[in-house]
């Protein structure tokens, strides 16, 4: 089984993820993007990738999709937390994402994710 992401693994991946629009879900332990695309068929387009690269790595996003709008999800249901497979996917979905707008006013920074792990478990 996948491994929550230490607290150093953490430090070094998280921060990347943040720049791209990603934020910590309050209370929770994953990561939350909202994209906003110029219209359905460009949103369904980049939810089709995201899709087949769920598959191919057999991790898979909680999301909503309202016409334009993606709002992504990443946490590791086996783990009730964040892994390795989560930055992956996160990753993936940015570079299918390409310049699409981010919704940012949500949630908290991805540094509050360190402290999460900090005071969880060493
Ligand atoms: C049986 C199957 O491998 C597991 O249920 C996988 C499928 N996809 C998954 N996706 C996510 N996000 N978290 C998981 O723990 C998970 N587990």
Redesign the pocket.
Known sequence: MTDLLSTDDRAALLPALGETGWAAVPGKDALRKILKFKNFSEAWGFMSRAALMAEKL????EWKNTYNVVDVT??????QGLTR?DIDLARAMDRFAGSTEVQRNHGEPVSSLCEARASRKA
């Open positions: 057999n991790h898979h996003p990443l946490t590791t249901h086996d783990v497979l």
